[in-house]
C-alpha cells in the first residue's frame, strides 16, 4: 500500500513570506501527485498536480518533484491570512489508480 | 460555486443505528467517491464508482455499502454504526478515473455516541 508522509504538521508565517511544505512518497511508480487546499468545514480543493520530474509553477505556487528521492514539495509565494488552512498532499496509486492522501500540514499566516 | 452537494451537514445518532448519507454532483462527471477523514484530517478512501463499476477499499467493513441511482448520484450507507464510524465523509466526483482532478462536497460529520 502506497504510503504518503507530509512536513511539518504545522507551520506559521508572517503575511508576505514563503510557505515551504514537504511530502515524501513510497513508490517511485506513483502517477501524478496533487496538492490539495482544505479550510476548516469545508472539502479539500485541488490546487495544482504534478506527474514530471522538474517543477511546475502556476500564480504563487511553485512545485518541485524529485522522483529519485520519492520527494515533492509545495512553495507559496507572498503568503496571505487567506492561505491559512490545511494542505493535503496526494498521491495518484500506479496500481489502482486511487487517490492515497497525507495527513496535512496546517498553514497559519499572521496578517 | 459548490458543484458536489452532500446532506447532511452534520448526524448525531447511537451505536447500532442505520445511517444514510446524500451525494449529488452537477459536474456531469462519470466517477464519484466516498472518503472517509478521521480527526487527524487523514483521507481514506472508501469506494469509487464509475459507470456502475464499483471499487472498493478493501479495509472498509461491510456495514458501509454505497448506492447509486444515476451517475450523478452516490448514497453513503452505514447498516449498525459503531463508535469508531465517527468520522467526517466526503463525497467526490471526477471525469474518468486516475489522472483527472477530484471535486470534493463539503462532507458529513458523523458523531456516534
Known amino acids: 500500500q502506497e504510503k504518503v508522509q507530509q512536513s511539518p504538521e504545522s507551520l506559521i508565517v508572517p503575511e508576505g513570506a514563503m510557505s515551504s511544505l514537504n511530502c515524501t512518497f513510497s513508490?517511485?511508480?506513483?502517477?501524478s501527485i496533487w496538492w490539495y487546499q482544505q479550510h476548516p468545514g469545508k472539502g479539500p480543493e485541488a490546487l495544482i498536480?504534478?506527474?514530471?520530474?522538474g517543477n511546475k509553477k502556476e500564480g504563487r505556487l511553485t512545485v518541485y518533484l524529485n522522483r529519485a528521492s520519492l520527494h515533492v514539495s509545495l512553495h507559496i509565494r507572498d503568503s496571505q491570512p487567506s492561505d491559512s488552512a490545511v494542505y493535503l498532499c496526494a498521491v495518484i496509486s500506479s496500481g489502482s489508480w486511487q487517490l492515497i492522501f497525507g495527513s496535512g500540514t496546517q498553514l497559519t499566516v499572521m496578517p | 460555486e459548490t458543484a458536489v452537494f452532500q446532506t447532511p451537514n452534520y448526524h448525531v445518532t447511537q451505536v447500532g443505528n442505520e445511517v444514510s448519507f446524500n451525494c449529488k454532483q452537477t459536474l456531469g462527471h462519470d466517477t464519484m467517491y466516498w472518503y472517509k477523514q478521521d480527526s487527524k484530517k487523514l483521507l481514506k478512501i472508501m469506494f469509487s464508482?464509475?459507470?456502475?463499476?464499483?471499487?472498493v477499499n478493501e479495509t472498509v467493513p461491510r456495514r458501509f455499502s454505497p448506492q447509486s441511482s444515476d451517475k450523478a448520484h452516490l448514497n453513503l450507507r452505514i447498516k449498525s454504526v459503531e463508535p469508531e464510524d465517527s468520522a467526517v465523509y466526503l463525497c467526490?466526483?471526477?471525469?474518468?478515473?486516475?489522472?483527472?482532478?477530484?471535486?470534493f462536497g463539503p462532507g458529513t460529520r458523523l458523531l456516534v455516541l
Open positions: 513508490n517511485s511508480a506513483s502517477q
Open positions: 467526490a466526483s471526477s471525469q474518468w478515473t486516475g489522472q483527472d482532478t477530484q471535486y
Open positions: 464508482y464509475n459507470n456502475k463499476q464499483l471499487i
Open positions: 498536480s504534478i506527474f514530471s520530474n
